[in-house]
């Protein structure tokens, strides 16, 4: 992510989708999720030109996308999986997430 975006991505790490921020050792900013895993964003040009991402479950999805859109998000609706919705957004860098409410089975085939 570009430097000068730091603040405003962080903040939507933080307040948007509910990641603790947490103490790092490299990169510019680390979160984490209630589960431990961790979400580290590094300098660089922001993820504007790419769909890769990185998926996250909530467990308020209508929650997520509400904070998302009041943050000037614009997630959009991504095909079914397993039978539930999944959206995308982008963070103020531009990188992209999607989230996604319904765990997929333990054992998708």
Same mark, same amino acid.
């Given at each position: ?28 900013? /680390? ?50 999986? /397993? ?27």
């Amino acid at each position: 992510m570009p430097a000068d975006l730091l603040e405003d991505t962080s903040a939507f790490y933080r307040d948007v989708l509910l990641l603790r921020p947490v103490p790092h050792l490299a990169g510019v900013a /680390w979160f984490e999720t209630e589960e431990g895993d961790q979400v580290h964003l590094l300098e660089g040009p922001g993820g504007h030109d790419t769909r890769a991402h990185f998926a996250l479950h909530v467990d308020d999805l209508e929650g997520a996308l509400r904070r998302a859109r009041a943050a000037g998000a614009e997630p959009e609706p991504g095909s079914r999986a /397993w039978g539930a919705e999944r959206w995308f957004l982008r963070d103020p860098a531009g990188n992209m997430i999607e989230l996604f409410e319904v765990p997929p089975p333990a054992n998708p085939r």
